[in-house]
């Protein structure tokens, strides 16, 4: 278990639709990133929310989106969504320790399949 | 694209068999993490390394950072069926996002 939790955990959406999935961050933790992980691949890196603001962005399109809330609570917004988009999201909550690194500690993720 | 390059990608072993997984990159890193996934879960940290030439052991896991730290090293010691799942590497470079592997998927037969 490491605190954080993601909901919803499977969604079905259909092309063009919008989706918003949630996270809830490890308590003490400021700062969010949220990765894309498709079937037999690694994670890859969508962006951070750090204190409310991002704080860095992956490759992927505008239509990706999201908040974070006072709470360090936060979202991942997808608009018109593609059958690429099919895919495991994961949330990661952390502490900026700049000694270290950040030490991520991860959801289990929303299941989106998108038909 | 993944900027870091796991191998084998597919690993079946025998319960009491040792394996080693590997992590390479031609960048150099700030730190490195090792993590296991299981299906449906979501990836969960094994250990961070820091410092070139640094070994970490977690019980049957030795963890290796290259010297010039672009690469680094898994190795499972009598492996059990409980070490089965998706081993991914994730290094940190320059910023604070984590670029992972493609990832091993170990399986370990009884």
């Known amino acids: 278990e490491t605190g954080v939790t993601q909901s919803p955990t499977h969604l079905i959406k259909t092309r063009g639709q919008q989706v918003t999935l949630r996270c809830s961050s490890q308590?003490?933790?400021?700062?969010v990133s949220w990765y894309q992980q498709a079937l037999g691949q690694g994670p890859q890196f969508i962006f951070q929310?750090?204190?409310?603001?991002?704080?860095g962005r992956g490759n992927f399109p505008p239509r990706f989106s999201g908040l974070q809330f006072p709470n360090y609570s936060s979202e991942l917004n997808v608009n018109a969504l593609e059958l690429d988009d099919s895919a495991l999201y994961l949330c990661?909550?952390?502490?900026?320790?700049?000694?270290?690194?950040?030490?991520?500690?991860f959801g289990p993720g929303t299941r989106l399949l998108v038909l | 694209t993944q900027l870091l390059e796991q191998s084998p990608q597919f690993l079946s072993i025998q319960e009491g068999e040792n394996l080693t997984v590997y992590c390479n990159s031609s960048?150099?890193?700030?730190?490195l993490q090792w993590y296991r996934q299981e299906p449906g879960e979501g990836p969960v940290l094994l250990v961070t390394?820091?410092?070139?030439?640094e070994v970490k052991k977690l019980k049957r896991l030795t963890f290796q950072f290259g010297d010039a730290r672009k690469d680094s090293s898994l190795h499972i010691t009598a492996a059990q069926t409980g070490d089965t799942g998706l081993y991914l590497c994730?290094?940190?470079?320059?910023?604070?996002?984590?670029?992972f592997g493609a990832g091993t998927t170990v399986t370990v037969r009884a």
């Open positions: 960048s150099v890193f700030s730190s």
């Open positions: 990661a909550s952390s502490r900026m320790d700049r000694v270290i690194g950040e030490t991520q500690y």
């Open positions: 929310y750090y204190r409310e603001e991002e704080n």
């Open positions: 994730a290094g940190q470079f320059n910023d604070y996002k984590l670029s």
């Open positions: 308590s003490g933790h400021n700062t």
């Open positions: 390394v820091v410092t070139g030439g």
